[in-house]
């Protein structure tokens, strides 16, 4: 019985250290941060509709985010998607925490690396306006000079 306990809790003990946050909060995202990230976030509430208005806020962050990691080459980067009203970051054995839902429109983007306090990127006028406040971002962010004229 205990080696059937085991081999059943345990697996989900480990899994639960990745994808949940510790207090429990629905609509949090806990992300480990092991080299150069953007995160791309937008609210939970958005995650079913199919909207026009959704449909093109996710494809103005999408762009922004290609944008930005085409001119970061040949940085090596992770890039994730989020749905989400907060993130925690958790890096350098601390946590930054961000609370999407209270950031612009709720949709933009996080840079972030290992042993630097990470840069949250969003927009009042629009997800359209992140095309450009994104590779801004990542130029100041990273020291990268190529991302300055696409952000321009």
Same mark, same amino acid.
């Given at each position: 019985?205990?080696?059937?306990?085991?081999?059943?809790?345990?697996?989900?003990?480990?899994?639960?250290?990745?994808?949940?946050?510790?207090?429990?909060?629905?609509?949090?995202?806990?992300?480990?941060?092991?080299?150069?990230? &953007?995160? /791309?976030?937008?609210?939970?509430?958005? @995650?079913?509709?199919?909207?026009?208005?959704?449909? !093109? #806020?996710?494809? +103005? *962050?999408?762009?922004?985010?290609?944008?930005?990691?085409?001119?970061?080459?040949?940085?090596?980067?992770?890039?994730?998607?989020?749905?989400?009203?907060?993130?925690?970051?958790?890096?350098?054995?601390?946590?930054?925490?961000?609370?999407?839902?209270?950031?612009?429109?709720?949709?933009?983007? &996080?840079? /972030?690396?290992?042993?630097?306090?990470? @840069?949250?990127?969003?927009?009042?006028?629009?997800? !359209? #306006?992140?095309? +450009? *406040?994104?590779?801004?971002?990542?130029?100041?962010?990273?020291?990268?000079?190529?991302?300055?004229?696409?952000?321009?």
């Amino acid at each position: 019985m205990s080696r059937t306990l085991v081999s059943k809790v345990l697996p989900l003990l480990f899994l639960s250290m990745f994808c949940c946050d510790p207090v429990g909060a629905e609509g949090t995202e806990v992300i480990p941060i092991t080299s150069a990230t &953007i995160v /791309a976030f937008l609210p939970l509430a958005l @995650r079913s509709s199919k909207d026009g208005g959704t449909r !093109s #806020a996710i494809s +103005h *962050l999408k762009f922004a985010v290609t944008d930005t990691s085409e001119c970061l080459r040949p940085m090596k980067l992770v890039v994730r998607t989020v749905y989400t009203d907060r993130i925690v970051l958790e890096h350098d054995s601390r946590r930054e925490t961000f609370d999407t839902s209270k950031s612009g429109q709720g949709i933009g983007a &996080i840079l /972030a690396e290992p042993g630097r306090d990470a @840069r949250i990127v969003v927009s009042e006028i629009g997800p !359209s #306006a992140l095309v +450009h *406040l994104l590779p801004r971002a990542a130029s100041e962010y990273w020291h990268a000079p190529s991302c300055a004229k696409q952000g321009a």
